[in-house]
């Protein structure tokens, strides 16, 4: 069975951090790019950062450039999230989501929400003020 679980959400004050962890199970992870996605209620969801991992290219939301980056441990089948400097409208349920290295291969991005194969449960990111 296809898990992706994320985790490490919470309540933060403006200007904080928090750490995501994304554990992947029931697949080979090596065979696929898993990527972050938010969505806050009303709004459609987005892509916030991945790394293809065809062509270790990295596809990242303006909005978080230069305060969120992603890593990776293939040993544990995990992907993470480090969010700094988190701003209010940074506020959201966060998912992550993986495409496997076939349908990159035709031409689906890590980033396009659209194209993903599977998906964890969110985690929900509060920023106050």
């Known amino acids: 069975e296809v898990q992706l679980q994320a985790s490490g959400g919470g309540l933060v004050q403006r200007g904080g951090s928090l750490r995501l962890s994304c554990t992947a199970s029931g697949f080979t992870f090596d065979e696929y790019t898993i990527g972050w996605f938010r969505q806050v209620p009303g709004k459609e969801r987005e892509g916030v950062l991945c790394?293809?991992?065809?062509?270790?290219?990295?596809y990242s939301a303006d909005s978080v450039k230069g305060r969120f980056t992603i890593s990776s441990d293939s040993a544990k089948n995990m992907v993470y999230l480090q969010m700094n400097s988190l701003k209010p409208e940074d506020t959201a349920v966060y998912y992550c989501?993986?495409?496997?290295?076939?349908?990159?291969?035709?031409?689906?991005?890590?980033?396009?929400?659209?194209?993903?194969?599977?998906w964890g449960k969110g985690t929900l990111v509060t920023v106050s003020s």
């Open positions: 989501a993986a495409v496997s290295r076939r349908k990159q291969g035709m031409g689906v991005l890590c980033f396009d929400y659209i194209g993903m194969d599977y």
């Open positions: 790394t293809s991992s065809v062509d270790d290219i990295t």
